[in-house]
């Protein structure tokens, strides 16, 4: 009786993936779950602090659907222009951010994916509008003025706001000074504006934030510039993107009586 021959095993590949156990498998499930129920959880306590601050659930509940709707739209031409795929990232007590696996392959893509978060993000306002038209309740126009509101001041040409990453390709065009300048203007004018309505986290987070960008030797990632034409659109989207934010934050504050000036963060992080 002849013994069966025990087949050697096949070498193994110095670049083939190295065997995942069981264990390991059921260990990276676990942080994934607790991940979740971590970003779940801070994300429920940002949108009870935003209530609690402004007196009304109405904002917690408008800021933090906002932000996710705002974000999926930086993740859908995200996916379009070749730099994913993309997926929103949970920052707890922050909201969340959409991820890029590569930088856009030209300036012009790099400014749709700016200006696809607050364009996208006033969806988000779709449904107050319809609830304040279906019970009659103006009230429900609060969710659509803190939605407009948060897409619009997103707009603003200082880091790291959409604004910068959509005006700055446009602004280098012309020169590449005038880009570092507007955004030291503009972002000292942001943390003048937000100090002197009361708050200090606002105003902290976006001097940090030009601070940094100013240091660096490239404000973006390199990518084919703007052709003249392409600076041409760029400069009407962004307007664009101004009128309708501002639109929807005017025709929403017809109906709450809250005046545009309220939607300051003075009660974020500063003095109630």
Same mark, same amino acid.
């Given at each position: 009786?002849?013994?069966?021959?025990?087949?050697?095993?096949?070498?193994?590949?110095?670049?083939?993936?190295?065997?995942?156990?069981? &264990?390991?498998?059921?260990?990276?499930?676990?942080?994934?779950?607790?991940?979740?129920?971590?970003?779940?959880?801070?994300?429920?306590?940002?949108?009870?602090?935003?209530?609690?601050?402004? %007196?009304?659930? @109405?904002?917690?509940?408008?800021?933090?659907?906002?932000?996710?709707? %705002?974000?999926?739209? %930086?993740?859908?031409?995200?996916?379009?222009? !070749? /730099?994913?795929? /993309? =997926?929103?990232?949970?920052?707890?007590?922050?909201?969340?951010?959409?991820?890029?696996?590569?930088?856009?392959?030209?300036?012009?893509?790099?400014?749709?994916? +700016?200006?696809?978060? $607050?364009?996208? !993000?006033?969806?988000?306002?779709?449904?107050?509008? &319809? @609830?304040? &038209?279906?019970?009659?309740?103006? &009230?429900?126009?609060?969710?659509?003025?803190?939605?407009?509101?948060?897409?619009?001041?997103n707009l603003a040409p200082a880091p $790291?706001?959409?604004?910068?990453?959509?005006?700055?390709?446009?602004?280098?065009?012309? %020169?590449?000074?005038?880009? =570092?300048? +507007?955004? #030291?203007?503009?972002?000292?004018?942001?943390?003048?504006?937000?100090?002197? =309505?009361?708050?200090?986290?606002?105003?902290?987070?976006?001097?940090?934030?030009?601070?940094?960008?100013?240091?660096?030797?490239?404000?973006?990632?390199?990518?084919?510039? #703007?052709?003249?034409?392409?600076?041409?659109?760029?400069?009407?989207?962004?307007?664009?993107? @101004?009128?309708?934010?501002?639109?929807?934050?005017?025709?929403?504050?017809?109906?709450?009586?809250?005046?545009?000036?309220?939607?300051?963060?003075?009660?974020?992080?500063?003095?109630?």
């Open positions: 009786m002849s013994e069966t021959p025990i087949a050697p095993a096949a070498p193994i590949s110095p670049w083939a993936d190295p065997p995942v156990s069981e &264990a390991a498998t059921g260990a990276k499930q676990q942080s994934r779950l607790s991940t979740f129920l971590w970003g779940f959880v801070s994300t429920l306590l940002l949108a009870g602090w935003i209530s609690w601050q402004m %007196h009304s659930w @109405l904002w917690g509940l408008a800021a933090v659907a906002g932000v996710f709707v %705002h974000e999926f739209g %930086h993740v859908l031409v995200i996916n379009w222009a !070749g /730099s994913g795929p /993309s =997926r929103i990232r949970i920052i707890p007590f922050f909201g969340g951010v959409a991820t890029m696996e590569r930088p856009p392959e030209s300036e012009l893509k790099g400014v749709l994916i +700016a200006l696809a978060g $607050p364009v996208f !993000g006033l969806l988000a306002a779709l449904p107050f509008f &319809a @609830l304040a &038209a279906w019970t009659a309740e103006p &009230a429900w126009l609060t969710g659509a003025f803190v939605i407009a509101g948060f897409n619009l001041l $790291p706001l959409d604004g910068s990453k959509a005006l700055g390709p446009v602004l280098a065009k012309v %020169h590449p000074m005038l880009e =570092r300048a +507007a955004l #030291l203007v503009i972002g000292l004018l942001a943390v003048a504006w937000t100090f002197s =309505r009361g708050s200090w986290l606002v105003p902290l987070f976006i001097g940090l934030s030009v601070f940094a960008s100013l240091r660096t030797a490239r404000l973006r990632p390199a990518a084919r510039v #703007l052709t003249w034409s392409e600076w041409a659109v760029c400069l009407a989207l962004y307007g664009v993107a @101004l009128m309708l934010c501002a639109g929807v934050l005017l025709f929403a504050t017809g109906g709450t009586g809250l005046s545009p000036k309220f939607f300051s963060f003075g009660s974020f992080g500063g003095a109630r």
